[in-house]
């Protein structure tokens, strides 16, 4: 049995419809597209694949070279990932953590049990939790709602600097309820698609944030399992016909984000991070354009490209899995920081 398991395997593996054994089963299945060739695979079809073209409407796009900068910038941070203890291990009398700080504050404030911080370590916090696994998904909306704490505060005789507000900030993003987002989540599962966000359906959508809007907008950069959610604030494309082929343009496109890997406590604005994308877009030139059915990953863009992309939403509830940090005893704390 297990010698007939593997020949199975093996026929799976050599099937056409993987593009190179530089995708294995944990990347999800990677199709290759040729829209030159009936015989080819095609790419799933419907909402879940296509949800942007649906809200949207269908892509059409121009040669040219193309700019767009959101009109509200997201701000850079740490991204507190879940086995570090920087959200409540205290350093000393004088170094206390964002949680202790909050804790002082709230009692004197009047909230007697105030104790934020040993719920993080005794219920939040985990040594071997994924390398991952953080706050990065808080941060990243975080950043392109609120106005970005920009000095330090001292309330209650408790001095709270940039990166213990921006801490407690983040704090109250990490329960919010938002769902919305674009693009199959990759699970890893035989069923996934790696290729997915398609090109055609990212460009459509920051077409329509950032282009048309004027709007950031989060994306999830990790192809694979992992979440990497950061805040896009900027996107330049360029795009030409291609001369051997009428059905077919050649896409570069550079996005820009606000970096989660900033760790100085007093860091203001935006540490930009940029990343290429190299995409074909398939379709047929009219009056209007050249009208887009398709598209392709192209290059280092078949393993490196996004996953899921979100819109920014109109208005979000907060909410903190810390059960004793309150919202309004942070926004306090915040007050007078931006």
């Known amino acids: ?33 040729n829209y030159d060739d009936k015989h080819a695979p095609i790419r799933p079809t419907g909402s879940e694949h296509e949800a942007v073209t649906e809200k949207y409407g269908k892509l059409i796009v121009e040669e040219g070279d193309f700019t767009a900068e959101a009109d509200f910038k997201p701000w850079s941070s740490w991204w507190f990932p879940k086995f570090e203890k920087t959200m409540f291990e205290d350093k000393g009398r004088n170094r206390l953590s964002p949680l202790s ?9 009047g909230q007697r049990r105030a104790d934020a911080r040993n719920f993080e370590e005794n ?16 941060w990243a909306l975080a950043s392109i709602m609120e106005v970005e704490p920009k000095r330090p505060v001292r309330k209650k005789g408790i001095y709270f600097e940039v990166k213990d507000l921006k801490a407690l900030l983040i704090k109250t993003y990490a329960k919010t309820d938002f769902k919305g987002h674009f693009g199959q989540r990759n699970n890893g599962q035989w069923d996934d698609h790696y290729e997915d966000i398609y090109p055609d359906q990212f460009h459509k959508f920051f077409q329509a944030q950032l282009f048309r809007k004027g709007k950031p907008f989060l994306m999830d950069y990790e192809a694979g399992v992992e979440v990497w959610n950061v805040p896009v604030f900027k996107v330049k494309t360029k795009i030409t016909a291609d001369p051997n082929r009428n059905n077919v343009v050649n896409v570069k496109t550079f996005v820009w984000y606000a970096s989660p890997f900033v760790q100085e ?36 863009s078949r393993r490196d490209h996004p996953d899921f992309v979100m819109a920014k939403p109109s208005d979000v509830e907060r909410g903190s899995f810390n059960k004793e940090i309150q919202i309004d005893m942070v926004d306090k ?3 007078g920081s931006r």
């Not at 219920?123 to 808080?138: F, I, K």
């Open 1 to 33: 049995m297990r010698v007939i398991n593997f020949l199975i395997l093996g026929l799976l593996l050599s099937s056409s419809t993987f593009a190179s054994f530089d995708y294995p089963h944990t990347y999800g299945n990677y199709v290759e597209i």
């Open 101 to 109: 700080k909050y804790d002082r504050f709230a009692r004197k404030s």
């Open 123 to 138: 219920n939040l916090y985990q040594d071997r939790a994924p390398l991952w696994v953080g706050l990065c998904d808080a």
């Open 333 to 335: 704390i915040l007050k």
């Open 265 to 300: 406590v007093a860091f203001v604005g935006i540490k930009p991070i940029i990343k290429l994308y190299d995409y074909q877009l398939f379709g047929r030139w009219t009056r209007r354009g050249f009208e887009v059915n398709g598209g392709q990953w192209m290059k280092q």
